[in-house]
């Protein structure tokens, strides 16, 4: 315990992991101010948005009641019925949204979208596909049972769909990649500074010392995870807006099926550290083989970057451990990985583990 102390402290000597924590503490809260500052702006943007719809919905209907004053057509006419009454409860659901009233907003879209559907079958105009309103229509009558109102996946800041947010944005390749090369740094920068030279000649097996690396990195890995998990949990918490049960929030999987935000979190949380586990394994065994910075944080480069081309390519296995960079497509496209997912990526950390020590023990300095 005293050696991973003494590891950390290391760590910390080199700046760059409290930079790392600091600039990801600052990272989180700048998003969340901007999200704080978005609030009437959304509101604005679906007014907007519904007033672009009624307006077409408007062009349509006076061209029908032109084409009705030159004689009776039964399609012209049902269309026209429909359009009016699209019409009126698009002013509806503008006046629930102008009124902040999120219940009566939920209905009012439903009613907007089935009628558009409707109104879409009888070949009128509506700016919106009908699986797009089919998917919204779904999504509010669960919110409405669950008695949740509707976020916006970018800009909430209600806790769960905040940490959602989050967790998208930094535990992704770009995310990841940064943290590894901070990390992978302190190994190589031990070798090209002959610091590895003083450990070697300590009565200390080399096993024991691999050990001892893996672990001071994992508990910066995790200390870097508590933090993006503690600071988007306690800004919208504490400065958020939180309405019924937040932990319950239904997101889509890629199946459109449900998933409560608060079993997101969990999966999120366990393939994060399983994947940290398996990175810092994966940047050990580079570190101690190539010793030498930029040519290990190249090959950190090269092998991440293209472990995501191949996932993108379609091999996107549940052996590949690579699609677990995205933390957020890994739990909602691929849910039925969970959790023989995360423990194929033990399986992985392990065996780089064994292999970095098999690898290092007839080595020389």
Known sequence: MKLILFELKKMIRTKGVPILLLLTVLFISGLFMRNVIQQDALQTKKIEKFTKYRSNVIG??????????????????????????LFDQLEKLIKAIEDKKWKKELKSEIEVYQSAIHFKELEGSFLLNDNDMQKAIKQNEELLKRGLPKEDLDYSIQTTVFMKKIISLLFNTAGIMIVLLVLATLITKEFEDHNMQLVYSLPIARNKLIGIKFFSLLIVGLVWLSTILLISYALPTLFGINVGEIFTYPLFTKEENFLDSGEYIIQAIIYSISFIGFSIATILFLSFFIRNSIVNSLVILIIFCGGLLVTNSGFNSIWNPFPYQNIDLAVLNTPDYYPFGAIVLIGFMILLLLLTILSNRKRGI
């Open 60 to 85: 349509q209907y006076q061209t029908d009641r032109e084409a009705l004053k030159k004689g009776p057509n039964a399609e012209i006419e049902a269309r026209f019925e429909v359009g009016g009454l």
